[in-house]
């Protein structure tokens, strides 16, 4: 039951940045996104997914793996698009 929380708040929470990303790709535009804030939590993802495969946990590598991806695609849309 543990496990089943964890996948479906990592599902939710990655799921969350797709729209996002899109929305950036189909406008061209990132003017509202903050760069500080985009770069504090793609760093911060990629840390909980350094800390999920220290501890050798599915749930929190493959969700923060592709949250990281989601992540850092919208960093790079924010420096390109600005």
């Known amino acids: 039951m543990?496990?089943?929380?964890?996948?479906?708040?990592?599902?939710l929470t990655t799921?969350?940045?797709?729209?996002?990303a899109l929305s950036i790709i189909r406008s061209?535009?990132?003017?509202?996104?903050s760069l500080t804030a985009q770069c504090a939590f793609t760093a911060g993802v990629f840390l909980w997914l350094v800390?999920?495969?220290?501890?050798?946990?599915?749930?929190?590598i493959v969700a923060n793996a592709v949250t990281f991806a989601l992540a850092a695609a919208?960093?790079?849309?924010?420096?390109?698009?600005?």
């Open 51 to 60: 800390y999920g495969v220290a501890l050798e946990r599915p749930a929190l």
């Open 15 to 20: 799921i969350c940045w797709l729209p996002q």
């Open 74 to 82: 919208i960093l790079i849309l924010k420096l390109r698009f600005g």
């Open 2 to 11: 543990i496990e089943l929380i964890g996948i479906s708040a990592g599902v």
């Open 28 to 33: 061209k535009s990132a003017k509202d996104i």
